[in-house]
Structures are given as C-alpha cells and as structure tokens.
C-alpha cells in the first residue's frame, strides 16, 4: 500500500489527496455534523427530550398547515419535541457504533494478528471460530443475547461487540500473513525481539489503513443492527431516543403521520452512508480496489 | 478432490456441532433457565418444578447429548407456550422462509447480475454510476424503514399491493423486493470487478482480437470465469436472507421462521428459539459447504490451499 502511493508520478499532499476524494470529504463532513448534534446535544436540543405534554400530541412537522413553531419537527405520540429526540438520537447510534468496534475490533484484531503470525493450528482453532461466528444467525442471536440479558445499552454494546469481530479478524489475518515474511520482521525475529512487541508495534502499523476501513464498516454495521434491534423491542430501553426504537413507536400510526417514521430512518440512512462514503473513500486512497 | 471433499466436510461436520452446542447453551446465557421460563411472576417452587420437568438438575453435558440426540431425530421438544411439538411449529414456517429468501435471492441475482456486467464494460459510464449509486444507497437503508415506507407508499396511498400478509401472491412482493434490495449490493460488486478482472486478461483480448462478437466473449468466455467468487458470496448471502428475514417478516406480518422466534423470544419460548438458530445455522453450513465443493469442482486449483 505504502509502496503505492511512493511511486505515483506527481507527489501530492497528503491533505490535498484526501480533500479531493470526495466520499471522505463528503462523509468525513456528515459525520462531523452528527457527531457535534451528538455531543452538543444539551445545547442544541429545543427542548428536553424526554419531557411531555400529553396535550401537544401528534403535532406535525413545519411544512404541515397545523404546525406549531415551537415544535419545528412536531410532537410524538406522547407530545415529546421529535426534533429534540432526533438529535439525541445521534448520542445513541454514534455510541453503539464507536463502542461496538473497540470491542470487536480488539478482540477481531488480536485473534487475526495471532493466526496469521503463528499459523499452524493456532491459525486452525482461530479460522474454525471465525467460520462458527459466521454460521450464527447474528440478528437473531444478538436478539436472544439482549433479552437473556435485559435490554439495556451497555448489553447491546456488549453483545454486538461479541458478535462482529469477524471480519477485523478476516482481514487482519491475511495482512498479517503477507507482512509474516518480509525482511524487517524476519530482521526483528532474528535480533529477539518478542512476539508482542513484532505484532503490536510493527506489524499492526503497517495496516493501519485497512483497519480504518474495516472500522468504518463495522461501525455502520453496528449502527444498522442497534436501529434493527431497537425497533424489535430488544436493543436500548424505552425512553431512551434512538432512531430504531423512534420508528417501532411511530409504527402504530404510521398511516396517519408517516413522517414519525420517515424523519428517524432518513437520520439512519444519511449516518450510515456517511460512515459508508468515508470508508469506500479511505479505501480508495489506502489503494484497495473497490470492491 | 476426494481427500479435499473430505477434509471439507470434517470441517462442516466440526462447526455444525459447535453451532448446535452454542444454540443449547443460549439458554444458560440467564444463570438460569428454570426462572426464565418461570417468568416474573413466578416463586422458587415454581422454579424447582420447571427444573425438574425439564431435567435442568441434570449435568449440562447429558442435557446437550439428550438435545442433540432428539433434534437429530426431528424432536426439538415442547414448546412452551403452545405446548405442542416445536418441530410442527416450525415446520408450518420453515416453507414460508424459505419461499421469501429464495424469490428475494433470485430477485437480487436477476438484477445484480446484469448491472454487474453492464457496470464492468464501461468502469466508470452511465451504467456504473447508477450500480454504484444503488450499491452504496442500498447499504445505507435499514430494510424495516424501507419496508414500512414501501408499505406507506405502495400499499396505503396506491393501493397496489396488500399491506401485509402472504396469504395471496401479492403480499410477497414487498417483503421479496426490500429484501433483494439489501442482498443486491454486495453481489453486484463483486460481479463488477470479477469481471473487470477477466476483461482485461490475455485470453479475453485475444478472442476479441480474433473476432469473436462481444456479446459470446462476455457471456461465454468471461462471465464464466468472473462467476467463481459469485458463487462463494451467493452462499453467504442465501444464507443470511433466510436468517435476515427476521426483520421484514415482522414488518410485512409474514408467518416464517423469523417471526416466530421473534415472538417466542418474547414470550420466553426458548425452546423454539434454540430450535431456529439451529436451523438457521445449519442451513448456512451446508450452503457455504455446497458452494465451496462447487467451486473446487469448477476450479480445481481451489482443491489443494483451502482448510
């Protein structure tokens, strides 16, 4: 990958040649505006999200004729401000997204980089788990997970952390198989240098780039299974407001205000592209064909 | 290619039992079952019946040999909450999964396959930027969301189809659709640069340099070749539309497999969920399987690296 980049005719900067892939600029940009309503959440948010007003209920969004200025999206059917939910919403589909990968990243990561370094039947038991990972139904077993486990953000996290390691796994393995022989490891093996020290230090920087991209995958990933589980009932917690459990409440009157379910998923979507526009960006400047 | 069928169904056999020992262990994920099943409501006596009606006193390695050994025979136990056979529960649904996740496959590969090809021919054309853009927006769209405003849409404001259901024809269209939709990128891509990849070879240059009309180097020199990791992912993805139904069956009311351990879940049904993640997982075991032995069959380089 390196190499790559080394031998393009005219060298550009580094900063220029990721502002000009316009799926990081594009996705990169997104991302940064939902993350900052996720963090700035208490400031921006109109109102308390979780307050209601049983006599505000069902108020529609602005471009309705019975709109109410103070509530620009409108009101749920508990007459809680639906702009307010949105944006706490980021708080939780961001959160499971970053915090299912540094659990599966952590653990994909380390299974991969010690089969590919040690192969042999360490590379066996590790690739028979991974297949066994890849055989459970995973929605319906991180379903069965969470409600063994009481719904609740922290199970979720967890239990989706446990599930997506796979691929970290997959791809960490073979980058690592294909660094195994190169000279400046065999250089380190020979000077005695330890194991931990050759594959956390030397060999897990050399793939930074495609791990940046897994992530990215993974975290859009996470945040689809979080709205899918939710929705379902078994993801995070009534009242909690996140984008899922905000459709599976609009569900019941869907066909009299729509836009309680359209306005949430349209939030699912413009996050996971995002996520997903940033990560095929990477990977085309990290040199990876688009696959 | 015998010792390499061999060694691959070892391999199938090996996860299939792992598979089946962690579907069995769910229920222990609680501590303990017997106060699962009891529920909230129920005391400590209760909870001592449940355990010994259902053998929970005994060593957990003699309840997953007595499991096991009932399942292979069809027997998964009782439901429950219906109090009848899990198998005859299941079994009215299995042919309703099975009938959404293999018209929404077909549906996916009837489209993918196409666009893949058209996308491939001129990288970077009109074609490939709408592939592109279905690709990226279809990995983007939560498929209950979508398939709750299909219903708005198609089925409330049009009236064009039934809103939910599958007892007419009609009802599966939504859920067959939607459910494509999520299936389609993946194949599509890999369609487009396995193609892209058996384009620019030698062989497909000097067929066109000799003359041979586009249309029979695509379809019968390249396609052929470019269909090899196709078949690998085909498997994946059957398999993961049978078990990813779970989702658009509650959506669309549909009675099939997902659905129903769903809802078992939430009436603390476990035996019929162990009983469906088995299934589903063994159903993805012998597809990727089959398609592996496809693959060693059509190409017989694969025979020799693969574990």
Known sequence: ?291 | MLSFLLRRLVVALGVAVAVSALSFALIFLTGDPAIAIAGSGGSADDAEAIRLAYGFNRPIVVQYADWIGSALTGDFGQSIYFNIPVSEIIGNRIPVTLTLGMLAFATALAIALPLGVAAAMRPNGFIDRFALVLAVSGQAVPSFWLGLMAIVVFGVWYGLVPISGTDTWQGYILPVLVLAYSAIPELMRITRSGMIEVLNTDYIRSAQAKGLPTGRVILVHALRNAVLPLISLSAVQLGILLSGSIVIESVFAVNGLGRLAWESLLRSDLPVVQAIILILSLFYVVLTTAADLLNAWLDPRLRGGAA
């Open chain 1, 1 to 291: 990958m390196t190499l790559e980049t080394a031998v393009t005719p005219r060298p550009v900067s580094r900063v220029r040649k990721v502002l000009g892939n316009s799926g990081v600029t594009l996705g990169g940009l997104l991302i940064l505006i939902v993350a900052l309503l996720a963090i700035l959440a208490p400031l921006i948010a109109p109102h308390d999200p979780y307050a209601q007003d049983l006599t505000q209920r069902f108020l529609p969004p602005f471009w309705h004729d019975r709109a109410v200025p103070e509530h620009l999206l409108g009101t749920d059917h508990l007459g809680r401000d639906y702009l307010s939910r949105l944006i706490y919403g980021a708080r939780v589909s961001l959160g499971v997204g970053v915090g299912v990968v540094i659990v599966s990243g952590f653990i994909g990561i380390s299974l991969g980089l010690i089969a590919g370094y040690f192969g042999g039947w360490i590379d066996v038991v590790i690739s028979f788990a991974t297949t066994i990972r890849l055989s459970l139904p995973i929605v319906l077993v991180a379903l069965a997970a969470v409600a063994m486990g009481g719904a609740s953000f922290t199970t979720l996290v967890t239990v989706l952390g446990l599930l997506l390691w796979d691929r970290f796994a997959v791809v960490t393995r073979a980058a690592t198989q294909s660094l195994r022989h190169q000279e400046f490891i065999s250089g380190l093996q020979a000077i005695g240098a330890r194991w931990p020290r050759i594959l956390f230090l030397e060999i897990l920087p050399n793939m930074r780039g495609t791990i940046l991209v897994v992530m990215t995958l993974e975290i859009a990933n996470a945040i689809l299974l979080e709205s899918a589980l939710s929705f379902l009932g078994l993801g995070v917690r009534p009242p909690m407001p996140s984008w899922g459990l905000m459709i599976a409440e609009g569900r019941e009157n869907i066909l009299f205000d729509p836009w309680l379910v359209a306005l949430p998923g349209a939030m699912i979507c413009l996050l996971v592209l995002a996520v997903n526009l940033l990560g095929d960006g990477m990977r085309d400047l990290t040199g990876e064909a688009r696959k």
